[in-house]
């Protein structure tokens, strides 16, 4: 009895002694406030704690590719193109939509990115899909969601396009504006890890399955 004792005692200490603070980065956007209960719970799954840092998109990302922070919570697939040092866990987190948004007396309807090309419009700084998508296209670079729906409001741009859940923290504004359906892109998000902690991607994926079946 005692060594059956001793042995579950030791299956509780090993947990606990292997646990880690993790700290994760991400932007100011709605797809965040879903997420992050997803990824704390994803952590506390396996012993571990999570402390969540919003700081501005650029600096988030770079700061976790250098390994100035544990990760990322949520970014588009493949951007350890681009950040080599960042490991994507393979299991999509949430869907995210990037929507357009105009006067409400538009009558733009854009069905697609390339429709974009024959109107004035704009993107808020920092977010890396928006800037992908838009390459090429003549659109401007807004230091914040605000800033862009202002613009739009006052049209002095025909279109914004941003993140949804961006797009709906300023109701005030949005209120005023019409936000084209269907959005122009649902994207699957995803968690990245660095480097130094790519032992526990797999089992990051293996809890965060379980997490979506229940």
């Known amino acids: 009895m005692r060594v059956v004792l001793a042995i579950a005692i030791c299956f509780l200490i090993v947990p606990l002694a292997n646990a880690e603070r993790f700290l994760i980065t991400t932007f100011p956007v709605g797809d965040a406030d879903q997420a992050t209960p997803i990824i704390m719970q994803a952590y506390k799954m396996l012993g571990h704690a999570v402390e969540i840092e919003v700081v501005p ?47 409400k007396s538009s009558r733009f309807q854009p069905m697609e990115w390339n429709d974009l090309k024959s109107v004035e419009f704009a993107i808020p700084l920092g977010v890396q899909i928006l800037r992908m998508r838009t390459k090429g296209m003549g659109g401007i670079t807004v230091s914040s969601a605000e800033a862009l729906l202002k613009m739009v409001d ?9 993140p949804l859940t961006m797009a709906l923290k300023f109701p005030k504004l949005i209120d005023k504006l019409r936000i ?14 660095h480097k130094k902690h790519r032992k526990i991607v797999p089992e990051l994926a293996r809890v965060l399955k379980e997490i979506q079946k229940k």
């Open 57 to 103: 998109a650029k600096r988030g990302i770079v700061a976790a590719n250098q390994g100035a922070s544990d990760g990322e919570l949520i970014r588009i697939d493949g951007i350890s193109a681009n950040f080599p040092n960042l490991i994507q866990v393979p299991v999509p987190i949430i869907n995210a939509a990037t929507s357009v948004i105009t006067s």
């Open 154 to 162: 006052r049209e002095r741009i025909m279109a914004a396009v941003m």
């Open 180 to 193: 084209v359906e269907p959005p122009i892109e649902v994207t699957p998000l995803y968690h990245y890890v």
